[in-house]
């Protein structure tokens, strides 16, 4: 095996065959023009399409492709912990497969890495081929995520990013299940800078993360892991409510001793009443169990993913052989 690679670039592979020769000639391009050395993590994570076979192919002509192929589908989060686990180079670039982050950008991350940074995120100046819905739902997500969690997520950032070796380790070393990157990474401090980039519409295929069903989970992932505003708020809405109904209580009272004999007509307000209670009840229950469901998937231990097939790697541990990291 040759030596170790200076810049590694993960990108995770989901139903992708239509994209990944591309990305393979672009990167090949943009890499060998500026004359590092390099190699390329694709992780296939359970692709239903011709994905692992294209990757296998990709290899062949090219040892500095390497790959690794998951028993099913783990999600994005958990293919890129996989890339991060089998990357040699001293940065490691994380990348969509689909070319939306056009790899030309990866000389002026290398650059700004030279001078020490030790993470370049790229933040998107433009979004081309995104539905307004896509646009909209984002922008509120972030700007929920920048209020109730303490870590700075920089605004219009996704997973394109370059992080230094240590960064790396750090976050390898995070055994959490529950994995939302954009906030690790953050969270993880060190000297950390952004560039502008225009993010490109996808090469070909189709987005995974478009609809509400991807979007909710992913959402709820994030604030759970680093928030407890949801759980708070059943807290301030228990004390506002019991000191709402404490002078309503006090009124009644007062009605009754010395007020006009009109009986207190309460059947409906009663039973509105019990009805608003029990929801906040049920919400508040709701928001334990999520964090709860989390707690227990911790707690469980599972590995985080299972590896079926590796391209170009040496028999090594990771965390899909049973190891933890
Ligand atoms: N992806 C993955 N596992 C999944 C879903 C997506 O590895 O379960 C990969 C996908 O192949 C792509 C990246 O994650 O390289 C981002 O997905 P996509 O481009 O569909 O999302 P979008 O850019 O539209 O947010
Ligand atoms: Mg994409």
Redesign the pocket.
């Known amino acids: 095996m040759s030596k170790k690679p200076t810049i590694s670039i993960v990108?995770?592979?989901?139903?992708?065959e239509l994209v990944l020769p591309e990305l393979h000639r672009r990167v090949s391009a943009v890499m060998d023009s500026i004359g590092e050395t390099w190699e390329l993590i694709l992780?296939n994570?359970g692709s239903r399409d011709r994905s692992a076979e294209v990757i296998a192919q990709l290899h062949e002509q090219d040892e500095r492709v390497k790959g690794i192929s998951f028993s099913r589908?783990?999600?994005?989060q958990i293919?890129v912990t996989a890339g991060l686990d089998h990357a040699l180079g001293q940065a490691v670039i994380l990348s969509?497969?689909?070319l939306?982050d056009p790899p030309e950008v990866f000389p002026e991350m290398i650059i700004k890495w030279r001078e020490g940074y030790d993470v370049v995120y790229g933040q998107r100046k433009s979004r081309r081929g995104?539905t307004w819905f896509k646009l909209f739902t984002a922008k509120l997500f972030y700007r929920l995520i920048y209020r109730i969690t303490d870590i700075d997520i920089p605004l219009d950032t996704?997973d394109f990013r370059l992080m230094d070796r240590r960064v790396v380790d750090a976050i390898r070393h995070m055994p959490e299940r529950n994995r939302f990157l954009r906030g690790l990474v953050p969270w993880v401090g060190y000297k950390q800078i952004g560039i502008e980039y225009e993010r490109q519409a996808?090469f070909a295929g189709?987005?995974?993360?478009?609809g509400v069903r991807q979007m909710l989970p992913f959402a709820l992932d994030a604030i759970t892991s680093f928030s407890y505003v949801p759980l708070q708020m059943a807290t301030y809405l228990g004390f506002t409510i019991a000191v709402i109904s404490g002078l309503a209580i006090l009124a009644v009272v007062v009605i009754r001793l010395f007020g006009p004999h009109t009986p207190l007509e309460g059947q409906g307000t009663t039973l509105v009443a019990v009805l608003f209670l029990g929801g906040v009840q049920l919400i508040s229950l709701g928001i334990i169990g999520e964090y709860l469901g989390r707690i227990y998937d911790e707690v469980k231990g599972r590995p985080l993913y299972l590896v079926d097939q590796r391209w170009g790697f040496e028999e090594q541990g990771s965390r899909g052989a049973g190891e933890q990291g």
Do not use: I
């Open positions: 990108v995770p592979v989901y139903n992708e992780v994570d589908n783990f999600g994005f293919a969509d497969a689909d939306q995104e996704g996808r189709e987005s995974k993360f478009g």
